[in-house]
């Protein structure tokens, strides 16, 4: 029995439409992106939106290449497109491409011409978008409104056989040029482009419209439910005025539906601006960590799970909002946290040294690879006379809410022992290098926990043995590549100069065997994700993924970013 306030309102939608008689043999869905650039976090939601309702009501789910502009697809983004679904864990049940149906969309526009209701136009570009004027004025008819059938006929042979250079005429549907709604004032059918086709070559030298191809590629693949994102909801008459001039009685006519599109704060998701941040070399690619789209986030270690949670989490709305980015970092914290190995590496070092610890002496500790599972087992870990921990832990003195290292107090290195510092060493500059400390023999971890506890120690700092660590290339990236929380047109200008650090750290021996595709906590730092530079480098990154702790509090209390 399904629960009708546990559905969301498209569920609620189709489930009307089975109560009004539709047979559920007869559901089904389709994900038609364009190829002409990669898939982000935005096209997640229509994926996952399309794909588990396709699960749901065990229906199948077309994947159709919307490939009428032959001028920005390529072969690539079909590629990497069909790599992120699959990457998300999604399979489809048909691939097609709009190309497949161009001579059955011409011959449709030929029927609408025979019946009137499509013409051949001959005037600019700028004077037709003149003409149609506002939603609160009418438009003007253009002169060549009212050629006959049979002109029109003629010259969209020409134009289909090349005898019209480009931008010298366009098909126009003939529809209502007083309609408050601007997708209706005559809207282009077909316009000329004398390019390549990525699949039919120079086949054809005209190339239907989006809007033209997309409802009636639903149409002929018998797509019963067309969902789309909101800003398609003013062009649904136009859907299914171009639906009515050819639907059959007998066939099913596609319903389109329209829900919120994901927006996400500090981002951009436009394929318009990404391909500009790419020509001015702000970024390397459409693969570069730090943009949203799903080859960025799984080079950085975003995981399919977490994505489909933060997918779940917001929910299918028709209400268009801004979702905090601190929930999607929040959603795959939340998954690493249980499939990450615990590491300690530092990644700002200084030498700290236990004069009362031999120098011959090595200690192999344990260290417990996952709490939150343990079939993660322990590894052992070197621990000497000679450590680095952070500099960022160690202050000369003690200062008010700082509880890590200082002169005279004591803390605890993780899995080892509680030390205290007693010294410190500096160079000609003033710099402090070394720290002397010493330790005490009988408070290991795991060992006098009723010692340790009387003793108050407030901070564990993670550290590694300087004999016996490896140095390691670490990319860490800011989380926010924007500097406005809402990004308008003038982008460009809030781009984050500090969107990423290239560091060489020093880990413990652990990591010798880390290889491509793991993932990683590096205790008290943040979740990592192994990943090579590109594909002919095949020298191992560690990618920061996503800080242990929500670093979106304080820039949201101080409703500010500080550089």
């Known amino acids: 029995m399904i629960i009708e306030s546990q559905l969301h309102f498209i569920e609620k939608i189709i489930e009307e439409d089975i109560k009004n008689g539709f047979s559920t043999k007869n559901i089904k869905f389709r994900f038609p992106p364009e190829p002409n650039g990669y898939l982000h976090i935005g096209h997640v939601k229509a994926i996952y939106l399309n794909f588990e309702l396709g699960k749901k009501y065990n229906a199948p789910v077309n994947l159709r290449f919307d490939d009428t502009n032959p001028i920005e697809e390529k072969i690539k983004f079909i590629n990497s497109i069909k790599k992120d679904i699959k990457f998300l864990g999604f399979e489809w ?136 994102s909101l800003e398609f909801e003013n062009r649904r008459p136009l859907y299914n005025w171009y639906l009515d001039q050819i639907v059959e009685k007998n066939k099913i006519r596609p319903k389109q539906i329209e829900f919120s599109r994901l927006n996400l704060s500090y981002s951009i998701t436009s394929k318009r601006k990404i391909q500009f941040l790419i020509n001015k070399k702000i970024i390397k690619s459409w693969e570069d960590p730090r943009i949203f789209t799903i080859s960025g986030l799984r080079n950085r270690g975003y995981t399919a799970i977490a994505i489909k949670n933060f997918i779940k989490k917001i929910g299918i709305s028709k209400r268009n909002n801004l979702i905090d980015i601190s929930l999607l970092e929040f959603k795959i914290r939340e998954h690493l946290n249980k499939i990450s190995t615990r590491v300690m590496v530092v990644l700002n070092p200084i030498k700290l040294i236990i004069d009362n610890y031999s120098s011959k002496k090595i200690e192999w500790v344990n260290a417990e690879n996952n709490p939150e599972n343990p079939k993660f087992g322990y590894r052992k870990i070197p621990f000497s006379k000679y450590l680095y921990i952070e500099k960022d832990d160690f202050f000369r003195k003690k200062r008010k809410k700082f509880f890590r290292l200082s002169i005279g107090c004591e803390v605890r290195l993780k899995n080892a022992y509680i030390i205290k510092a007693n010294s410190i060493i500096k160079n000609f500059n003033g710099e402090i290098i070394e720290i002397h400390c010493t330790y005490d023999p009988i408070s290991k971890s795991g060992k006098n926990k009723k010692n340790s506890k009387k003793r108050k120690i407030k901070s564990t700092l993670h550290w590694v043995s300087i004999k016996h660590s490896i140095p390691i290339n670490i990319y860490i990236y800011n989380s926010y590549f924007f500097l406005k929380k809402k990004v308008d047109k003038n982008f460009n200008k809030y781009i984050n100069p500090k969107s990423i650090d290239k560091i060489i750290a020093y880990a413990e021996p652990f990591l010798h065997n880390a290889k491509k595709g793991d993932h990683f906590q590096f205790q008290r730092i943040g979740y990592f994700y192994v990943n090579t530079m590109n594909t002919y480098n095949k020298k191992l990154i560690f990618h920061k993924t996503v800080s242990i702790k929500d670093q979106w509090k304080k820039i949201n209390n101080n409703k500010q970013i500080e550089l």
């Open 93 to 228: 049940d048909q691939e097609y491409y709009s190309s497949n149906y161009f001579q059955q969309l011409y011959e449709w526009a030929i029927k609408l011409i025979k019946n009137n209701k499509a013409y051949v136009d001959d005037l600019p570009k700028n004077i037709i978008q003149f003409q149609r004027k506002t939603p609160f004025e009418s438009g003007i008819n253009s002169n060549y409104r009212n050629r006959s059938i049979k002109e029109n006929l003629y010259l969209f042979e020409k134009m289909k056989k090349g005898f019209f250079e480009e931008k010298t005429c366009v098909l126009r549907a003939k529809i209502d040029m007083n309609s408050s709604n601007m997708n209706m004032r005559d809207p282009i059918m077909y316009r000329i482009l004398k390019k390549t086709h990525h699949r039919t070559k120079n086949k054809w030298c005209i190339y239907p419209t989006y809007d033209w191809t997309h409802g009636l590629c639903d149409y002929i693949e018998q797509i019963s439910h067309s969902l789309c």
